[in-house]
T-cell receptor, first 110, second 112 residues
């Protein structure tokens, strides 16, 4: 089993839609999780960290369920500019390196 | 404040050749990590350098080696290139053991 697995996607949604991405992880010792956003042919950029209590940043909400080893990202009121690949990220066993999922592609259309 | 910079942006090599990629970390950062991102995949951790030493290494063969200089900049060397080494090579910098890493724009390597 891969350390971080994501929904295969792609997700094609209209503007204004709500979309959710899911991710599971296998390293039960991981303490930190993140969602990164990557635009086509660009570098990944940190979108938000994910905390046990869940956290919200504007239209984006991230949740962590440690019992199920499950992470989610919810995007409300999708914008055209949200079109990108969303990468679910954990830490390796040593807690020093980022472990990325394959990414889920979102395409928002007008 | 300059972010992470990488050079070159693109590179074309042939099988068996050697390549060196360069990275300058964000100002104030002392740790550099390298990742390989194949098409359609997420980035995979190659290794991390701190205080001019390799601190952690991912599942990559010895053909992949690196170096960190006193000014914290870093190089990634790949010997005996294979077609499968074609990928986007990303450098990320951070401070000490912080998990917050900032990525450079990457070097796109094509091996023919």
């Amino acid at each position: 089993r891969k350390e971080v697995e994501q929904d295969p996607g792609p997700f094609n949604v209209p503007e204004g839609a709500t979309v959710a991405f899911n991710c599971t992880y296998s390293n039960s010792a991981s303490q930190s999780f993140f969602w990164y956003r990557q635009d086509c042919r660009k570098e990944p950029k940190l979108l938000m960290s994910v905390y046990s209590s869940g956290n919200e940043d504007g239209r984006f909400t991230a949740q962590l369920n440690r019992a199920s080893q499950y992470i989610s990202l919810l995007i409300r009121d999708s914008k055209l500019s949200d079109s990108a690949t969303y990468l679910c990220v954990g830490l390796n066993q040593a807690g020093t390196a980022l472990i990325f999922g394959k990414g889920t592609t979102l395409s928002v259309s007008s | 404040d300059a972010g992470v910079t990488q050079s070159p942006t693109h590179l074309i090599k042939t099988r068996g050749q050697q390549v060196t990629l360069r990275c300058s970390p964000k100002s104030g950062h002392d740790t550099v990590s390298w990742y390989q991102q194949a098409l359609g995949q997420g980035p995979q951790f190659i290794f991390q350098y701190y205080e001019e030493e390799e601190r952690q290494r991912g599942n990559f063969p010895d053909r992949f080696s690196g170096h960190q200089f006193p000014n914290y900049s870093s190089e990634l060397n790949v010997n005996a290139l294979l077609l499968g080494d074609s990928a986007l090579y990303l450098c990320a910098s951070s401070i000490g053991t912080s998990v917050e890493q900032f990525f450079g724009p990457g070097t796109r390597l094509t091996v023919l």
